[in-house]
């Protein structure tokens, strides 16, 4: 649950608890905002703690990780390139 769905919640139940004039049979109007409120503040507190907890700022660390990865180079291909030798006296291609 939010933060905002908590301030709903809170909002709905003190609607319901001193602004609503409604009977029902077998269930209390008011109770029900009541809980609603209670919810909400449970569910504000509970998002406040999650936004500290993940807030906290990490300490440095001691050791630095190292990796040991092996890198093979791949095998080397020579090409062997064959150069015309062209004398000044033969026209040009």
Request: proline share 5%; charged share 25%.
């Amino acid at each position: 649950m939010t933060i905002a769905g908590s301030i709903i919640l809170i909002m709905l139940g003190a609607i319901l608890t001193w602004a609503v004039e409604f009977d029902l049979a077998g269930l209390d109007i008011n109770v029900v905002g009541v809980i609603l409120m209670l919810g909400g503040l449970v569910g504000i507190l509970f998002g406040i703690y999650r936004i500290r907890v993940t807030r906290r700022a990490v300490g440095p660390i001691d050791e630095p990780v190292h990796r040991h990865e092996v890198y093979e180079e791949p095998e080397t291909r020579r090409t062997e390139v064959y150069e015309e030798r062209r004398h000044y006296n033969e026209p040009p291609l």
